[in-house]
């Protein structure tokens, strides 16, 4: 529905180690179709969602150590990280 906001949880499975997608940019592609993309850092991701079971809840810790809820959510996108190619086209 249009102009309707959901939250959804991005569940990054096989992460060797959590450090490296902390303080990265992150870019979404396919975001309203069934198979998303996520690129964080150097590392793309793509998956599935699925509904949770229950309510999903998102913390946020403060520098000060207190844990405040920032939202709720009822889908999560499962991803996986997937090998990138690159492209070397000659430009002759």
Do not use: R, W
């Amino acid at each position: 529905m249009e102009g309707e906001e959901e939250i959804v949880m991005f569940e990054l499975a096989g992460l060797p180690n959590p450090d490296l997608v902390k303080d990265k940019s992150c870019f979404i592609l396919g975001l309203e179709t069934g198979q998303p993309l996520v690129q964080v850092g150097s590392l793309v991701f793509q998956g599935k969602y699925e509904d949770v079971f229950g309510t999903g809840l998102i913390f946020e810790k403060s520098p000060d150590g207190s844990v405040n809820l920032i939202g709720k959510c009822t889908k999560k996108a499962i991803m996986k990280s997937i090998p990138m190619k690159h492209n070397n086209k000659d430009n002759d």
